[in-house]
């Protein structure tokens, strides 16, 4: 089964870009994979941003930002949320996840802490 | 639109069980699995399995197979999670989920 890694923690300056990323475990490629990317803020169930298989096929959540964005890192197997424009508000948790179609299972990663400075 | 509504929060003992309720509306009940996704305090998303609510059938995560039970009422669009044989580490928050869609969480506290 795929395991999706990703660092625990990440701290940015309001206004920066931040890219946090979403390792595919080996044995898996990430271009084979939807990675789906959902924003959690304590008290409240995560939040689907969007999704990104590939540059033709993506996809934005109802009421997201165009200043959050999906893409892949094939030479480090991961996919990677792009957060540009930091704002204090984005201060939250994220987790990726996928659906792994041969198992019929979803598997999430661990959640990275994103903290605006 | 839809929407997810979860039954209320619970306190159990360890070893009771528990059975958590998913109304959906806004959308064909049918038409999409249900997942469950449970979290800890202060910790990740963990994926319990889902169901299908047309035909029934259920897939579980490993850690939960034996002790999960994934159902539905289709005449009153809800699926249920029960888990049985509790235990203090089962103390966290259950969501459903279809798609991209949450349900608000169920929060289950197991103490004795």
């Known amino acids: 089964q795929p395991v999706l890694t990703q660092p625990s923690s990440h701290s940015a300056s309001s206004g920066a870009s931040v890219r946090l990323t979403c390792m595919l475990s080996?044995?898996?490629?990430?271009?084979?994979?939807?990675i789906r990317w959902y924003q959690q803020k304590p008290g409240n169930p995560p939040r689907y941003l969007l999704y990104?298989?590939?540059?033709?096929?993506?996809?934005?959540g109802s009421g997201v930002p165009s200043r959050f964005s999906g893409s892949n890192d094939a030479s480090a197997n991961a996919g990677i949320l792009r957060i540009s424009g930091l704002q204090p508000e984005d201060e939250a948790d994220y987790y990726c996840?996928?659906?792994?179609?041969?198992?019929?299972?979803?598997?999430f990663g661990g959640g990275t802490k994103l903290t605006v400075l | 639109q839809v929407q997810l509504v979860q039954s209320g929060a619970e306190v159990k003992k360890p070893g009771a069980s528990v059975k958590v309720s998913c109304k959906a509306s806004?959308?064909?009940?049918?038409?999409?699995?249900m997942h469950w996704v449970r979290q800890a305090p202060g910790q990740g998303l963990e994926w319990m399995g889902w169901?299908?609510?047309?035909?029934?059938?259920?897939n579980y995560a490993q850690k939960f197979q034996g002790r999960v039970t994934m159902t539905r009422d289709t005449s009153i669009s809800t699926a249920y999670m029960e888990l049985s044989r509790l235990r203090s580490d089962d103390t966290a928050v259950y969501y459903c989920?279809?798609?991209?869609?949450w349900g608000q969480g169920t929060l289950v506290t197991v103490s004795s």
């Open positions: 989920a279809r798609d991209n869609n």
């Open positions: 806004g959308y064909t009940f049918t038409g999409y699995y």
């Open positions: 169901i299908n609510p047309n035909s029934g059938g259920t």
């Open positions: 080996s044995g898996f490629s990430v271009g084979d994979f939807w």
């Open positions: 990104y298989h590939s540059d033709s096929n993506k996809g934005q």
């Open positions: 996840g996928t659906w792994h179609s041969n198992s019929k299972i979803r598997v």
